[in-house]
């Protein structure tokens, strides 16, 4: 909970305040209101301005540290670590403020640092000045919600016909790491694993993954034995916390043997993914296990991965496993250490379904609007987000395939196919870009789906900070 002390204050790799080396003195600029950029304009002939929207200008924030060693080396080693930590910077990096629930994003403009011959024992001064360009106060968690597309009622189809839910099947044992990690394995070195029970793609928990080491690793799950000529696809859902990433990959493995890897690209900070590939066993190949993996720059990165798939074919199918009972799946054996079969369900004449709402809710418990960053994972066509409460919205005039995906920023504007490639063209004239207003937000998603993806629905996955000024 928020607190009116200022507590802890993270830079980098360096924490000022209680407990530490780094005493907080004094801070200006946090909880001021930052110079106002007016329009106004004196009415001609009268007393008084036409005064338009009021905007602010950056956000100037002046800390004052008191370091405090144990000797006068000890200070010089406090000395020189601040003088790293607070050199010139090209783009602005978070400092975070722990006790008060608050995250800026500035440079450092200025630094002191006085020679006070009186105090050299062990004590010493500094000041730093941080330049925020973004004046905005944000929470230092990072929420989010997801929704698919709105599919409206089909009402029923002509001529009437049997049909049902196609078939599928997931050879991961342990798939979602429900109940705890048997059948699964380090995958790499330098990797610690825990079942991780406060974030999940599915079900009630997921695996954390906890770098030692800047090295590739992740989990292996065993799977139902296959042959050599199988077509496997295999996936599973990821999620970023913390430490930056290079590179990754999924693989298919045979024992501790690796018969085939497929690359993957690091996947975006705080937000569910789901990473898949696809391949076929050569002969006298037999497939006993798939690995999931992700090389951080540095020790100490966090990540999750939940929802393992393995399924013979392609592409692969929506996850499920036997606890999904109400979708009919169900386990081939032990509950949570078997693999998963849909089988043919719901046969009988096609009355059509009765629709999805296609609605996500987000709260902003800040005091200023929130600037959403959406992804869009395929396929869909021409999807479109419409801020409910406030009526604004936009419409993408575009298609994404299977594995495509669009980053949509609201502040920058930018609109990013996979990530990267630039796709601002894509959105149609006219929009307005949508903000979640303070308090409850209800964000509505609408696509077609593309022929020949059924049973893949596009997902909408909003991210945001509470927001405040």
């Known amino acids: ?89 090209e783009t602005p990096a978070p400092m975070r403020l722990l006790d008060q629930d608050t995250l800026v994003y500035g440079k450092i403009r200025r630094r002191s640092i006085p020679y006070d011959a009186e105090h050299l024992w062990r004590t010493g001064t500094a000041a730093l000045e941080l330049y925020c360009a973004d004046p905005y106060l944000y929470g230092l968690e990072e929420r989010s919600a997801s929704t698919t597309a709105y599919s409206p009622a089909a009402g029923r189809t002509y001529p009437l016909a049997y049909s049902g839910v196609a078939p599928a099947t997931n050879l991961v044992l342990n798939p979602s790491a429900t109940v705890n990690l048997n059948n699964t394995a380090n ?31 992740g989990t292996s799950w065993s799977i139902a034995p296959q042959p050599g000529g199988t077509t496997i696809s295999i996936g599973a859902w990821v999620k970023p916390l913390t430490g930056t990433y290079t590179r990754g990959n999924l693989a298919w493995r045979s024992g501790s043997a690796t018969l085939q890897t497929a690359p993957l690209t690091p996947q975006p900070p705080g937000v569910w993914s789901r990473v898949t590939a696809t391949y076929t066993l050569a002969p006298g190949e037999t497939c006993d296990n798939i690995g999931l993996s992700f090389e951080p720059i540095a020790a100490g990165a966090t990540w999750l991965a939940d929802a393992a798939m393995a399924s013979p074919g392609s592409p692969l199918p929506p996850y ?29 004449r096609v009355y059509g379904d009765a629709g999805q709402s296609g609605r996500l809710s987000a709260f902003n418990g800040g005091s200023s609007p929130a600037y959403p960053v959406f992804r869009l994972d395929g396929p869909v066509a021409n999807p479109s987000i419409e801020q409910v409460t406030t009526g604004a919205g936009l419409t993408i005039d575009g298609t994404l395939q299977p594995g495509e995906w669009l980053i949509i920023d ?6 990013l196919l996979n990530g990267s490639s630039p796709r601002r063209s894509w959105v149609r004239a006219g929009a307005t870009w949508p903000l979640l207003q303070p308090g409850d937000n209800t964000i509505a998603y609408r696509g077609s789906a593309l022929p020949g993806a059924p049973g893949q629905p596009s997902l909408l996955t909003a991210t945001w900070r509470d927001t405040s000024l």
Do not use: C, K
Request: hydrophobic content about 30%; cysteine-free; overall charge negative.
């Open 187 to 217: 995958y790499g070195a330098n990797m610690n694993r825990t079942v991780h029970t406060a974030d999940a793609w599915h079900g009630g928990t997921s695996i954390l993954h906890t770098h030692s080491g800047a090295t590739i690793a």
């Open 320 to 348: 499920g496993d036997g606890s999904m009972t109400d979708y009919g799946w169900s386990w081939t054996g032990t509950p949570h250490a078997s693999s998963s079969v849909r089988t043919l369900t719901g046969a009988g």
């Open 410 to 415: 609201t502040r920058t504007r930018a609109v």
């Open 1 to 89: 909970m928020a607190q009116q002390r200022i507590g802890r204050i993270q830079w980098g790799n360096l924490t000022f305040g209680p407990g530490g080396r780094y005493h907080v003195t004094a801070i200006e600029g946090l909880d001021d209101l930052p110079d106002i950029r007016s329009d106004d304009m004196d009415r001609p002939g009268q007393h008084g301005t036409y005064t338009g929207p009021d905007y602010t200008g950056p956000r100037v924030i002046q800390v004052g540290l008191g370091l405090r060693g144990d000797t006068p080396d000890e200070l010089r080693d406090l000395t020189l670590a601040l003088r790293a930590a607070t050199q010139p910077q």
